[in-house]
């Protein structure tokens, strides 16, 4: 009896607050890894067009990038001309940029993080996409839906204590195929600032991807950036020296 009871007191102060919780909480982690590793892979390179719309006018770029891992990244636009060569780099929770027309390479300070990249409605740390979404935060499912009769799942993503992050929670709706479907963001008051959806999911990289990503602040209809790949491609050989700081003076073609 007094091992029953010792056991009760010890569950009673896990994290997660009983068996149920961890095992939901686990689930969602595992969740989460699977669709991040899903839509990255090992290694990834791909080609995307980047629109930027505003009331009064409308911007586009088109970028080359590669990922590795879950926390190596670099990019560079191609066009427009004027914007060409402007590069940025992501290892972990370091980013540098490249400025070709001051040839100068700088490190941006972590407040730097969640600002617009080149003036989109993408931070950057959005176009980055790494593992910050996998280790600083805890994921709980609330809710399913479907979508194309496949199952999706509604995941919450608060921050962990101390976490350095600059959103206050997450919702996520990942489908069952490990299809990254919407992405919502919540400041620290937990009222939502923009929200990240995918569509035209069809076969890219020899798998099912979503081929557009829309970015748009919350409750601004006119105001939006969209992400549309033209070519992307996965598990090919990618060196680790492209992830240096003197590679992004030289664009990668």
């Known amino acids: 009896m007094r091992k029953i009871i010792m056991m009760v007191l010890f569950l009673s102060l896990l994290p997660c607050y009983g068996l149920a919780e961890c095992a939901q909480a686990q689930d969602a982690q595992a969740i989460v890894e699977a669709s991040f590793n899903y839509m990255r892979e090992k290694t990834s390179v791909s080609t995307v067009d980047m629109i930027i719309y505003r009331p009064d006018w409308k911007r586009a770029m088109t970028i080359k ?88 799942y509604v995941i919450k993503s608060m921050p962990k204590p101390e976490a350095p992050v600059v959103w206050g929670m997450q919702k996520l709706k990942i489908r069952e195929d490990h299809i990254f479907l919407e992405q919502e963001f919540f400041d620290e008051d937990l009222q939502p600032v923009k929200i990240l959806t995918t569509g035209k999911i069809g076969m890219m990289g020899k798998k099912l991807f979503p081929r557009v990503w829309k970015m748009q602040k919350h409750a601004v209809e006119d105001e939006y950036t969209i992400l549309e790949y033209r070519e992307l491609s996965f598990n090919i050989d990618v060196p680790d020296n492209l992830f240096s700081v003197s590679s992004l003076k030289t664009p990668r073609r």
């Open 65 to 152: 990038a590669w990922t590795k891992g879950q926390d190596q990244s670099i990019f560079w636009i191609i066009m427009p001309p004027k914007d060409k060569g402007n590069g940025t780099l992501k290892k972990k929770r370091e980013m540098w940029i490249y400025n070709p027309k001051v040839n100068r390479v700088i490190k941006l300070p972590p407040s730097m993080m969640s600002q617009a990249w080149m003036g989109s409605d993408f931070s950057n740390d959005d176009l980055s996409k790494t593992d910050s979404l996998l280790t600083d935060y805890i994921h709980t499912i609330i809710g399913a839906e479907t979508d194309e009769g496949g199952k999706v």
